[in-house]
């Protein structure tokens, strides 16, 4: 049986959805728009009508779960989940900075050694993840500032690829850092094209499919780190 699903990505700017046919994209998606979230299911209603196809005919839906912009990340993960609820479909939420890695290491050909995804948290925070040489993959939220200071001691003389919207805000104080840095802005957020891709590859190998998706929102984390001891 044809397996065919639907990824989305509620961007900081817009609303980007991709209709699958097992991994193949068939189409992309993305209203321009920072209220587009809100109309995620017309949306959605009129890319499955454009191929004849009905949320009936879905395996499953596959979301960027965060990090991201609070309010449209909210909004399209209770949509998603409704939907899932009301139609009685599988979802299976992807690490939006796992999804963003895969874009740019699957768009450009020459592969980056120390790689640093950042997304914009708000007031000089910044969601990011840490791909670099010889070391653990680090995700988390930082304050730009102190995630710069930190990586400087290791870095300072290194070429780093720095990829994400929060690349392209902070680019004059990245450069300030590290003069050999490398900015890639064309890479905001993961397109839903590559949301899918790690989704479908979930969905073969039977995991991370749920009825219901929480967001994956660091700076919770990073709050309750922060907080002054009573």
Excluded at 46 to 55: F, V, Y
């Amino acid at each position: 049986m044809t397996t065919f699903f639907v990824s989305i990505q509620g961007g900081y700017q817009g609303l980007y959805l991709a209709l699958f046919r097992e991994q193949v994209c068939l189409q992309e998606l993305f209203k321009n728009d920072k209220r587009a979230s809100s109309e995620l299911v017309p949306y959605m209603q009129e890319l499955l009508k454009e191929h004849n196809l009905a949320l009936a005919d879905l395996a499953f839906i596959a979301v960027d779960k965060g990090p991201g912009a609070f309010t449209s990340l909210r909004v399209v993960l209770a949509t998603v989940n409704g939907i899932g609820l009301a139609a009685n479909k599988l979802l299976i939420g992807v690490n939006g900075l796992q999804a963003l890695s895969d874009h740019v290491r699957g768009s450009i050909q020459s592969q980056p050694k120390n790689l640093v995804l950042l997304l914009n948290a708000y007031n000089d925070d910044v969601y990011y993840a840490l791909e670099m040489a010889g070391k653990d993959r680090e995700e988390g939220c930082e304050k730009i500032q102190d995630l710069l200071e930190r990586l400087k001691k290791d870095y300072v003389e290194q070429v780093v690829t720095f990829a994400g919207n929060a690349a392209g805000l902070h680019g004059e104080i990245i450069k300030e850092f590290f003069v050999h840095a490398e900015l890639l802005e064309e890479f905001p957020v993961a397109s839903a094209r590559f949301v899918g891709l790690r989704a479908y590859a979930d969905w073969l190998e039977q995991k991370n499919i749920t009825t219901k998706i929480e967001p994956h929102y660091l700076k919770t984390q990073y709050f309750s780190l922060k907080k002054p001891p009573i």
